[in-house]
């Protein structure tokens, strides 16, 4: 069994055995269920693949954290579907849809405060500098959010502040996690940082992904409806390249603001939004952005000698793959 293999496993044991507290019911039933259905788990991967470049054997000391990092996840997806008014998450309805926006805000609160118990069990020797990244990392999710929803307001973004909030809030928990698998592995201080480093930059890569795909992904591999960011009117990679790119910006504009009351009304603003985006070649543009930054991830990590940098060649080719 390779690396790749055994880390799947251990993924599957750990998450199909996790538990949380009993009552009440009401609070933490929703936790239970978003664990349950699922996801890519990819920053406990990632934090059990870093940790195994430099060490062998997965304890408590590792498998905690890593819990840690995808249960602080789960507790942003369950208030960031608040805020997107989101209906569905993995083909299935969304906490604050199941339940209310009052029972998804307080399981979400106290999933975040979970996260930090498991997180607390890595060992006392890095205790410290694991707690210290993680919660500068909580912050900077939260930062990352706002920037999001601010920018909802705005008519235009430049494309360096949309891809310093992508930064925050979605690629710096991927890098905390490459890194947090290091610290807890004893790897020296340039390899941690190594580490981050392309962790930032394939969740960068993975951000740009994921906005491709929420235009031109397969809902039925998605997880969601397509076309939910030009519905919501959010700022993605897309809209912020088309409005770099189109000569007559009016035209964009009055198409992200059609009217979607009815299903009819939604689906006509997708296709023209869409029309828009293939008319100045928007994909082909956001693939090519994939690509560089995956580059830029494995750069980052040449150093660290053959083995590593294909086992992390690896891990990026399949987190970014499935756009091609």
């Not at 799947?8 to 009401?26: M, R, V, W």
């Not at 999933?111 to 020797?125: F, G, H, L, Q, T």
């Not at 985006?277 to 150093?303: C, F, N």
């Amino acid at each position: 069994m390779n690396i790749e293999e055994r880390i799947q496993d251990i993924i599957g044991d750990l998450f199909g055995n996790i538990t949380f507290a009993g009552e009440p019911a009401g609070l933490y039933d929703p936790l239970r269920y978003m664990i349950a259905i699922g996801g890519k788990r990819i920053r406990p991967k990632l934090c059990l693949t870093a940790y195994s470049l430099f060490a062998d054997g997965f304890g408590e000391e590792i498998l905690s954290p890593a819990a840690g990092l995808e249960v602080f996840h789960t507790f942003t997806l369950i208030h960031d579907d608040i805020m997107d008014r989101s209906p569905m998450r993995r083909s299935h309805p969304t906490v604050w849809k199941k339940w209310s926006p009052d029972t998804a805000i307080l399981s979400g609160d106290v999933m975040c405060i979970d996260s930090y118990r498991r997180i607390a069990k890595a060992p006392e020797n890095v205790l410290g500098k694991v707690l210290d990244l993680f919660s500068t990392t909580a912050a900077e999710v939260c930062e990352g959010q706002q920037m999001d929803m601010d920018f909802e307001t705005e008519q235009s973004v430049a494309m360096d502040r949309y891809m310093k909030m992508i930064g925050l809030k979605t690629a710096v928990l991927i890098a905390c996690s490459a890194k947090m698998g290091a610290l807890i592995s004893g790897a020296a201080p340039s390899e941690c940082d190594a580490l981050y480093r392309y962790g930032y930059e394939l969740g960068l890569a993975f951000q740009v992904a994921d906005d491709y795909l929420d235009a031109y992904g397969d809902p039925a591999v998605f997880g969601k409806p397509v076309g939910g960011d030009i519905l919501n009117n959010k700022k993605s990679w897309l809209t912020v390249r088309a409005m770099e790119k189109a000569g007559d910006k009016a035209a964009l504009l009055n198409a992200l603001s059609l009217q979607s009351d009815t299903p009819e009304q939604a689906t006509g603003k997708i296709l023209k939004v869409k029309e828009i985006y293939g008319d100045l070649g928007i994909p082909g543009d956001a693939q090519v952005e994939i690509a560089r930054l995956h580059s830029s991830a494995l750069e980052a990590v040449s150093s660290l000698g053959d083995r590593a940098a294909a086992v992390l060649k690896d891990f990026a080719d399949k987190l970014v793959g499935r756009t091609k």
